[in-house]
C-alpha cells in the first residue's frame, strides 16, 4: 500500500524555520512529481511548491524566497525547508505525490503535519 508520511511540523515563533518531510514508499519515486500543499482553518487546501521528477520547481508567490522545495530520489524523501514564517503560514501541511499518463493520473497524500506559527 502506498504511503506517505510527513514530519517535522510543529510550533515555531514568528521569522524562524522548519523543515518537513515527506517518506514514501511502494511508489517509483523517480517517477512521480512532488508537492505541498496546506490548509489552514476555514480555507481551502492551496498548492504551496512543487518539484517535478526532473527537478524543476515552481512556488506559490506568498512563499517564493521563503520556502524551497527539494527531493531525494535515493531515499524517497521530499522536503520543504521553511524560512521567515508568519502567521499565515499555520496551517496542516501535506504532501502529494502526482503522477500523469496517457491512462490518467495516480496521485497520493500524507495525512498531514500541523505547523503553528505563534509567539
Known amino acids: 500500500q502506498v504511503q506517505l508520511v510527513e514530519s517535522g511540523g510543529g510550533l515555531v515563533q514568528p521569522g524562524g524555520s522548519l523543515r518537513l518531510s515527506c517518506a514514501a514508499s511502494?511508489?517509483?519515486?523517480?517517477?512521480?512529481?512532488m508537492k505541498w500543499y496546506r490548509q489552514a482553518p476555514g480555507e481551502q487546501r492551496e498548492l504551496v511548491a512543487d518539484?517535478?521528477?526532473?527537478?524543476?520547481?515552481n512556488y506559490a508567490d506568498s512563499v517564493k524566497g521563503r520556502f524551497t522545495i527539494s527531493r531525494d530520489n535515493a531515499k524517497n524523501m521530499v522536503y520543504l525547508q521553511m524560512n521567515s514564517l508568519n502567521g499565515e503560514d499555520t496551517a496542516v501541511y501535506y504532501c502529494k505525490a502526482e503522477l500523469w499518463s496517457v491512462g490518467g493520473v495516480l496521485h497520493y497524500w500524507g495525512q498531514g503535519t500541523q505547523v503553528t506559527v505563534s509567539s
Open positions: 511502494k511508489i517509483i519515486f523517480r517517477l512521480y512529481a
Open positions: 518539484i517535478s521528477s526532473g527537478g524543476s520547481t
